[in-house]
């Protein structure tokens, strides 16, 4: 079996040193860069399976090559590693598509053990194929229409590319529409735990389907306060 391939986007070479070799050590085959610029020349070298990267550095910032990745490829891992603490940090990380966030000073344990666990969901998620039943390519909500393989959202003649947050969140209403969802479960199912800062972003989330669904009066999100949601469609 092939290696787990990691890029590690980190200027502070006593931490990419440290982080590495924690990596090599558990089997990872690992690449470091040392800023923004370089990062994104790594990641057109070769196929990899996580990206590491801090946010603060020179040349390009970790938010401006996370979006240039992401618009890339809106499925590959990114986990955020920077001593910016704040929760404007945190969820400006999670808007632009991180699947988690550690603070420096990094605890080694902890960052390992948070990897196994991206990785492991990320091998876990299931394939949508064309055709499946269960799963269906195109998944009619009301008057719109998602296209979730191509994170695309119809509606008339008019279409709206979606993140690939957005377009799971959506996927996962409509498969529990009409109940009311726990805000823990949504978070566990989507976001793959229920962290306070993801739950931060869960509401924004919200907020843009709301927007990106106005255009059909049979659909509403309700916000049940305390407990969660409700997708509401008049079938």
């Known amino acids: 079996m092939d290696a787990v391939k990691i890029l590690l986007v980190e200027d502070d070479r006593i931490i990419a040193s440290l982080v590495k070799k924690y990596l ?9 860069a040392e800023d923004g610029v370089e ?14 990267m801090d946010v603060m550095m020179p040349h390009k910032d970790g938010y401006t090559l996370a979006e240039e990745i992401r618009a890339k490829d809106p499925y590959i891992p990114i986990l955020f590693m920077s001593s910016n603490n704040l929760p404007k940090d945190k969820i400006k990380a999670f808007r632009i598509g991180a699947d988690d966030y550690v603070t420096k000073p990094v605890n080694v344990e902890e960052l390992l053990l948070r990897i196994e666990v991206i990785l492991k969901r990320q091998k876990s998620e299931p394939k949508v194929e064309v055709g499946n039943e269960d799963d269906p390519h195109e998944i009619h909500i009301g008057n719109y229409l998602l296209d979730f393989p191509y994170q695309k959202l119809n509606i008339g003649d008019d279409t709206r590319k979606l ?4 377009a799971e969140l959506l996927r996962f209403l409509h498969r529990h529409r009409n109940s009311l969802i726990k805000r823990e479960y949504i978070l566990q199912e989507v976001w793959g735990d229920d962290d306070y800062y993801k739950g931060r972003s869960l509401d924004v989330f919200m907020s ?24 509401l469609v008049q079938d």
């Open 39 to 52: 990062g994104m020349k790594e990641y057109d070298k070769a196929d990899y399976d996580l990206i590491i």
């Open 208 to 231: 843009r389907l709301r927007k990106y669904l106005k255009d059909d009066p049979t659909i509403e999100i309700l916000n049940v306060h305390g407990i969660g949601f409700k997708f």
């Open 163 to 166: 993140t690939t947050r957005e």
């Open 24 to 32: 090599d050590i558990r089997g990872y085959a690992v690449n470091h």
